[in-house]
């Protein structure tokens, strides 16, 4: 019998705290989206005890800008992570380098839809709904857009003179 959980976060990244994983850029294009209105809730995986630096910053804007970013603590038991895979409605993985990628694989398995970065790892384990540049905050939030469905404005393009008039400004 499959057990079946409510989701409970629009996203998850299970990855440790270490620079190469990302979370800055991450953590940045959310906060370009609770700019814009919206607030994706996402669940995190960091070890409290290793990664305290991280977490003070993700509680700093999750007050600052009213971010739903919830950390779940270092996961080794495999039915707990299972189980927060499930309670997620996507994987986003904006790691910028990985010898392997194994929650891409683990996310597929659960046929959890996947957004990453569009590197050459990703594509070798999955094959993501959306992807993004990982180096671009804009680009993490406009793939978090993409995959909730969520209407961007289209972008106006100016013409000259107006172009100088708001640089100037």
Not at 98 to 118: D, K, W
Not at 124 to 152: W, Y
């Amino acid at each position: 019998i499959e057990i079946t959980f409510d989701k409970v976060y629009d996203f998850i990244y299970t990855a440790s705290g270490d620079p190469h994983k990302n979370h800055d850029t991450l953590i940045n294009a959310l906060i370009i989206l609770a700019k814009q209105g919206h607030y994706p809730s996402l669940a995190l995986t960091l070890d409290v005890g290793k990664y305290q630096c991280l977490l003070t910053r993700v509680e700093e804007v999750k007050n600052k800008y009213g971010l739903k970013i919830y950390n779940l603590g270092w996961v080794e038991k495999k039915e707990i992570l299972r189980e927060s895979y499930l309670k997620s409605t996507f994987l986003v993985y904006p790691s910028k380098l990985e010898s392997f990628g194994v929650p891409l694989i683990e996310a597929n398995n659960y046929g959890l839809p996947i957004i990453a970065s569009e590197l050459d790892y990703v594509r070798d384990v999955c094959d993501p709904i959306a992807t993004f540049n990982p180096d671009s905050p804009m680009s993490i939030a406009r793939a978090i857009k993409r995959a909730l469905s969520i209407p961007s404005e289209p972008i106006r393009i100016l013409d000259s003179k107006t172009f100088i008039q708001n640089v100037m400004a």
